[in-house]
C-alpha cells in the first residue's frame, strides 16, 4: 500500500506553485523529480567527500571508489544481473544504445545484414541503430504497430532470417504507455539465437525487471527517470557480449597499457567507462533506487495502475476526446487529443492551470505518423499523482474545451 500524502511530503518541487495553484506534475516520462534523500545523497559527497575515483591513493579517492563501486552492486541487485562488471554506468539511456550500436554492430555486424526495431520506438533507439547502418551496409526491419499500440507479434515473427543480428525493442512506449511483451519478444529472438536489447527508459521504474529471469541480452534505462540525477544511466550486457565487444570510447580507465604501438583494454565494467564518469551520479541513482525499493516496485505498480483505471475513465467523459494507445497491458501514460484543438494550445492553457503535461510527437516520430497525427498531449502519471489531481485536470481540460468552442 502507498501512502501518498506521505511520499508527497518528500519531494520539495511538488510543494511549489507555479502560478496560482500547488503543481500538478503530470510529465514523468520526461523526467521524474527527486526526493529529498537524492537531493542530500548527492550535496553531502560534494560537500564531504568530492574526489577522482579509481586514481587516487588519498582517503577521500579511496571513499568514493568504494561509494562509486558500492552503486554498481545497488544496481546489480536491483535488476538482478549475475556479475557486477554487467553493469556499465552511462550518461543515459541514450548513451547506451549507441554503445551496443557502435560496439555490438563493429563486431557482429557486416553489410546486408539485418536488425529488428519496432515502430514504437524512441528516436534513440532508432537514430543510432541507422548511424551504424549508414557505416556496415546493414538493413534495418521494422515491427508493427496495431491502432491499439501493441507490437504485431505475429509480423514480428515473420521478420527473422539468417541474416537478423540483433532486435532492439523498448519494453514501455513512451508516446503510447504499452508494455511491450518483452519475454515473448525475447523468447522468440533466442530461437533464432538473435540477442535483445531491450530500452528500459520507461519499464524500470514502474514494475520489477529481473533481467537473468527476462534472459535478455542487453538492458538500458536512466537515472533521471527513476527518480535519480540527470546525466548517468545503466548499460546491462551479458558478460559474454561485452567481453567480445570492442570499447566505444577511449581514455583514461578504459586502459590497462597504453604505448603509441599498442593499447590494451582494461576489464569489464572499466573497458566501457572511459574518462571521468559521473560518480556522484551513480551514487545519487543508488539513493533513488533504495528509495524506490523501499517504497516497493510492485506496490508502485499497482498504485499506478490505479492512478491509469482512474485517469482513462475520467479523461473519457470528456467529449470529443480521442486517447491514443490503449493497450490492455499500459503503464501510467495518457496520450490524447481534444477535439480540434491543437496539443500545444492544450499544453500551454494546462500550463497557466498549474498542470504540467508534455505535447508534441515525444521523439516517436513513427508511431504518430502512424496515426496520422502530429504529436499529442500526455500526461504520465508517477506513484506521488493523486486521484483528486486527475479530477483537476479533467475539470481544466473541460474549461480549454468550453474557451475553444
Ligand atoms: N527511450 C525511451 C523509451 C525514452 O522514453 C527516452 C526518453 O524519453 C529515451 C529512450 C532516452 O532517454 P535519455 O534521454 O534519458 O537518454
Redesign the pocket.
Known amino acids: 500500500m502507498i501512502d501518498v500524502n506521505a511520499i508527497r511530503n518528500d519531494f520539495p518541487l511538488l510543494q511549489q506553485k507555479i502560478y496560482n495553484r500547488q503543481l500538478v506534475y503530470f510529465d514523468n516520462?520526461?523526467t521524474t523529480q527527486k526526493p529529498q534523500t537524492v537531493i542530500d545523497t548527492t550535496n553531502e559527497y560534494y560537500q564531504k567527500y568530492n574526489s577522482n575515483i579509481h586514481r587516487g591513493v588519498h582517503s577521500l579517492s579511496e571513499k568514493m571508489t568504494e561509494s562509486y563501486e558500492n552503486a554498481r552492486r545497488t544496481v546489480k541487485s536491483f535488476i538482478n544481473a549475475q556479475h557486477q562488471h554487467e553493469i556499465i554506468f552511462t550518461s543515459?539511456?541514450?548513451?547506451a544504445v549507441n554503445l551496443v550500436a557502435f560496439s555490438f554492430g563493429e563486431k557482429f555486424i557486416k553489410k546486408d545484414d539485418e536488425i529488428i526495431l519496432s515502430q514504437l520506438e524512441?528516436h534513440?533507439?532508432i537514430v543510432p541503430w541507422q548511424l551504424m547502418c549508414e557505416r556496415t551496409g546493414a538493413k534495418i526491419k521494422v515491427i508493427p504497430a496495431t491502432y491499439t499500440g501493441d507490437l504485431d507479434l505475429s509480423a514480428y515473427e515473420r521478420l527473422f532470417s539468417e541474416k537478423t543480428k540483433i532486435v532492439s525493442v523498448?519494453h514501455?512506449?513512451?508516446s503510447l504507455g504499452t508494455i511491450n511483451d518483452i519475454e515473448k519478444i525475447i523468447q522468440i529472438a533466442h530461437c533464432h539465437n538473435v540477442p535483445v536489447f531491450i530500452?528500459g527508459?520507461?519499464g524500470i521504474h514502474h514494475q520489477p525487471v529481473d533481467v537473468q529471469k527476462l534472459d535478455c541480452d542487453f538492458y538500458a534505462f536512466?537515472g533521471?527517470?527513476i527518480y535519480g540525477p540527470t546525466g548517468i544511466?545503466v548499460l546491462y550486457g551479458k558478460e559474454k557480449w561485452l567481453n567480445e565487444m570492442p570499447p566505444y570510447k577511449g581514455g583514461g580507465d578504459m586502459i590497462k597499457t597504453v604505448t603509441f604501438e599498442k593499447t590494451t583494454y582494461n576489464d569489464l565494467p572499466f573497458k566501457f567507462e572511459a574518462g571521468t564518469t559521473n560518480f556522484i551520479g551513480a551514487i545519487g541513482l543508488s539513493a533513488a533506487i533504495k528509495y524506490i525499493e523501499k517504497i516497493g516496485r510492485q506496490n508502485i505498480f499497482e498504485y499506478e495502475d490505479m492512478l491509469l483505471k482512474y485517469a482513462t475513465e475520467k479523461i473519457k467523459t470528456i467529449p470529443d476526446i480521442r486517447i491514443y494507445g490503449t493497450s490492455e497491458n499500459k503503464i501510467s501514460v495518457i496520450s490524447f487529443l481534444v477535439g480540434k484543438i491543437h496539443h500545444f494550445d492544450t499544453g500551454m492553457m494546462l500550463d497557466k492551470m498549474d498542470i504540467a503535461v508534455r505535447t508534441g510527437n515525444h521523439?516517436t516520430q513513427p508511431i504518430m505518423k502512424f496515426y496520422g497525427i502530429e504529436g499529442t498531449v500526455r500526461a504520465s502519471l508517477s506513484f506521488y499523482n493523486t486521484t483528486s489531481e486527475i479530477d483537476y485536470l479533467v475539470e481544466s481540460l473541460l474549461k480549454i474545451k468550453q474557451l475553444f468552442a
Not at 92 to 95: D, L, V
Open positions: 516520462a520526461a543515459g539511456t541514450t548513451e524512441h534513440s533507439n523498448n514501455v512506449s513512451n530500452d527508459a520507461q536512466s533521471h527517470k544511466g521523439c
